[in-house]
Structure formats: C-alpha cells, structure tokens
C-alpha cells in the first residue's frame, strides 16, 4: 500500500512540474515582440558607429513595448521578403517606414498611421535635373519592394526614363548617385531629409513630389488581439506626449499624427 502511495505521489510531482514548464515557456513566448526590421533606414532604423541599432522607429517601439510592458527584440530582415517573414511568423511585427498601401492592406493588418511622409526624388546638388520632366532619358535608382517603385510606375514620367536600377538599401542607391552610376534616387523624404544634415552640400531634392504616404504598423493577418494591443499602446504613448519627445529627439519637431 505504501509502494502504492509513492508511486502516486510521484506521479502527482511529475504532472506538476510539467504543467510549470509549459506555463513557463508560454510565458516567456508571449513576453517579447519580435520586430522585423530595415537595419539601414536612416533615421527610422539603422545602425551607429558601434553597430547598435538606433532610430525613430526603434525609439517609438521600445516606448510601446514598455507602455504594453512587453520586451521588443528587433530583427534585420530583407526588407524584399518583409510581409513573408510575418506570415510564417518568425517576426510579429513589421516596424520601419512601413508605407500603407492597399496592395499591403491585402497582406498584413496595419495600425492607424503614426506618420505621414512622401517619395520624393533627389539628385546631385549640381545636377541639371530640376523637375519630374528632367527625368526623361536619366537613370534612376530606388529600393527594390518599397513604396518608391509604385510612386515612380504610378507617374506620367515613368515611361520616359531611360532605365530604373532597383538597390538592396537606399543606402546603396545613394552611393550610386554619388558615384555618377545614376541620374536620380526616388526615396522617403524623412530619409533624405536625414542624410542632407549629413550631406548638406551634395544633394537637393526637387520641389514636386511622387507621393504622399502614411507609415503604419504591419501585423500578421488574423492577429487582431495583438493589432488592438499595439494600437492601445500607441495611443498612450501620443497622449502622454512620449511620442512628440521621440519625434523632436530626431526630426527638431513633433511629426506625430493625432
């Protein structure tokens, strides 16, 4: 009776510990948000000289992740294959100068936008090219599978360019347009704004625009538990002026949407 005893009591044991480390891990799985990101987007996400990934963008989701008390992990990601890596879940959200598309709202749930920017096109600051017109015949470059490519399809002059040379980063394409390799660059003003306080004697942007847009966050269809829970999030963080501080920190002004 007693051998009887210990054996159930053991087994009660092993049916506890289990149950606590599958409590544990699940825990531990819904305690951080992996965020995939575009490591060379300056000023939303990139990295500094000791290779630490800093930006708008990764300022405003860490204060959400506090605000959600969630711990945020952010992962480089090919920004050509974004929307695959949230599908198969190995991000659970998409968080760097996402553009809002109707195209993307087939793909992913986005959050309310959080801030508005435009495709613009720059070129040398000594460049012949002040117009959309003077395009014609020129060599332009862009990010491959950014919102740049449909702003520039989508625009009278797009049949008229000689040829468009699409780049891993924008990066990449502005070093092409410094090294004479292309004409122009179609890229996100508040990218190109950033690089002209680096720059300030190298480019100019064209006073006509391609497009308006706004950046949102992407979450994977069918997760609206965690779409509710970000955008809760962000709501507080632009109502207790957090958001605005983040947003003077990088851009000297309060860019936030209300």
């Known amino acids: 009776m007693k051998r009887l005893t210990k054996i ?23 305690d951080q948000l992996i965020i995939g990101i575009d490591d060379a987007f300056a000023p939303m996400g990139f990295r500094d000289e000791n290779n630490n990934i800093v930006g708008f963008d990764i300022d405003l989701a860490k204060a959400v992740g506090e605000q959600m008390d969630t ?13 695959t890596e949230l599908q198969s879940g190995r991000i659970d959200l998409i968080w760097n100068g996402y553009t809002v598309t109707e195209e993307r709202k087939q793909k992913v749930l986005f959050t309310e936008p959080y801030l508005a920017n435009a495709q613009v096109i720059v070129t040398l600051k000594d460049s012949e090219i002040n117009s959309l017109n003077d395009l014609a015949g020129k060599s332009v470059g862009l990010q491959a ?7 520039l399809n989508n625009s009278e002059i797009a049949s008229e360019i000689k040829d468009i040379t699409e780049f891993k980063t924008n990066v990449l394409a502005l070093q092409d ?15 190109i704004d950033y690089y002209m306080t680096l720059k300030p004697d190298t ?13 949102a966050v992407g979450v994977k269809k069918g997760n609206n538990e965690l779409l509710e829970k970000v955008q809760k999030a962000m709501d507080e963080i632009i109502k207790n002026g957090t958001a605005a501080e983040i947003s003077e920190k990088w851009f000297g002004e309060n860019k936030i949407l209300n």
Do not use: H, M
């Open 177 to 191: 347009l410094d090294n004479g390799r292309i004409d122009a660059v179609v890229i996100d003003e508040v990218v």
């Open 8 to 30: 159930f009591l053991l087994f009660i044991v092993i049916l506890t510990l289990g149950a606590c480390s599958t409590d544990s891990s699940s825990t531990d799985s819904n």
């Open 71 to 83: 711990k945020v992990v952010f992962q480089p990601i090919d920004w050509g294959s974004k929307e």
């Open 145 to 151: 599978q950014s919102s740049a490519s449909n702003a």
């Open 203 to 215: 480019y100019k942007v064209l006073e006509e625009s391609l497009a308006p847009e706004l950046y």
